[in-house]
């Protein structure tokens, strides 16, 4: 079988290795010329899913093992563990370190190109690669796969009917700087991820500062409001300046300028595609926006997928007929891995975001906080943020739901 998938992203990178690995011919285009560009992700995950998933540890920049919190009213709330609970990724190495993989595999890595559907079959589809250069190609395969991220340049192409009114994406909108910090101003902020939450800071989403190696730092705000009420970029700029200035940082030199959309459905009702073509990872909704998480989620995407197609190729399910039948079965993999804890974490994303535009939200916040300040470990403040275990606020998690 041949194989064409769309941007190497995280998914993407991780789908092309694993089908060429497995002896499949593949060919993966990417649009960026170089894997360090653009390197939006703030890239945070907990230490045990970066060794789960075989994450290089060249693109490990900083562990940390606290989580600090500052609330609506400034205040600051530290937990911590005495081992690492989690690693910030250098996005770019990451990247760069799949690519390696992916080429190492046998893969046609095609860098610096855009791919669209030029014709789409049940058991084919014809794909037009744009060079930079003005050179274009045309190339026949039996898959393609839309790996390009939030935008679904693919799936839209295809007129795959978007996420309907019943489910909606729930889309943040990220900018964030690489700041080259010092011995002065990074203690605060090193062997720990801070987060900052209520209106003061940003409106229906939230504010961040991660440590990276040699006091480096990643700043950042993301917005998540409903789609009436998105502000514009500059909006996003003058809420991340005015961080810097509270957190006493805009003294330091800014070494990229970055930014990037993450979007996902909650229940994931919407198709996955269309014919011969697939989605993977943000493409395919499976980021979670409680934490503005992906890289972890597309990851395990790209391993579902590749399993579902090879066994479909070993059962002999091939041909006009079968694309649904590949769909649906990958379709339920998705659902069953990512489950119901999946899902409400992605409700309390909804409700958290699109709600956090008042005093009475700020206040809410705050209580939540003050809560978790008397209730909660470190460790439990990963579990439900990464590992989403909500037993524990059962019934007061249902009440904030409902
Ligand atoms: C500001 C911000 C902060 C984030 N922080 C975190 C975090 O701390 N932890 C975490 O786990 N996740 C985080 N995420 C989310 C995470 O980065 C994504 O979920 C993850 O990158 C998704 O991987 P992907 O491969 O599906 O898509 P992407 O990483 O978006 O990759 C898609 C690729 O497709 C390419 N492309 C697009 N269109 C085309 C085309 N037509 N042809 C060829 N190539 C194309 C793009 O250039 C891109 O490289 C963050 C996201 C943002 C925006």
Partial sequence: MTFLIAGAGPAGARLAAVLSEAGREVVLVER?????????????????????????????????????????SGQEHQWWNDDPLGVVLDFGRLRSAMWSR????????VTGCTAR???????????????GDGRRQHRHVQWVIDATGSSRCLLREASVPPPSLIDPLLEGIGVEWLLQADDRVSPRWLDRISFFLGTRWI????????PMGN?????????????????????????????LRNCKLEGCSVLDRHGGVVSSSIARR??????????????????????????????DSADLL??????????????????????????????????WRWRVAGKLAQRTWWGLDSASADRRVERIIHGLSRTSSAQDLSSLLFHYRFERYGLRLLRYLI
Avoid at 102 to 109: F, I, K, L, M, T
Avoid at 203 to 210: D, L, T
Wanted: charge should be negative; glycine fraction near 10%.
């Fill in 215 to 243: 006091n480096r730092l990643k700043v950042g705000v993301c917005c998540l409001a409903p789609g009436q009420i998105r502000g514009s970029k500059n909006d996003l700029l003058a809420r991340l300046q005015a961080l």
């Fill in 203 to 210: 409106p229906h989403g939230y504010g961040w500062i991660f």
């Fill in 306 to 339: 590749a399993e579902t197609l090879l066994n479909a190729e070993a059962r002999n399910q091939v041909g006009p007929d079968q694309a649904d039948a590949v769909r649906q079965t990958y379709e339920q993999a998705l659902h069953c891995w990512f489950g």
């Fill in 102 to 109: 992916a080429r190492a595999a046998g893969v046609e890595v």
């Fill in 270 to 299: 919407e198709s996955l595609g269309s014919g011969a073509l697939l989605a993977v990872g943000d493409a395919a909704s499976t980021a979670n926006l409680l934490g503005g998480e992906g890289i972890r989620h597309a990851i």
């Fill in 32 to 72: 960026l010329t170089d894997p360090h560009r653009n390197s939006f992700s703030s890239a945070a995950l907990s230490c045990g899913e970066a060794s789960r998933l075989n994450l290089p540890h060249s693109a490990w920049s900083a562990t940390w093992s606290g989580w600090q919190l500052l609330d609506p």
């Fill in 117 to 131: 559907i030029e014709a789409l079959q049940s058991d084919s589809a014809r794909v037009l690669l744009q060079h």
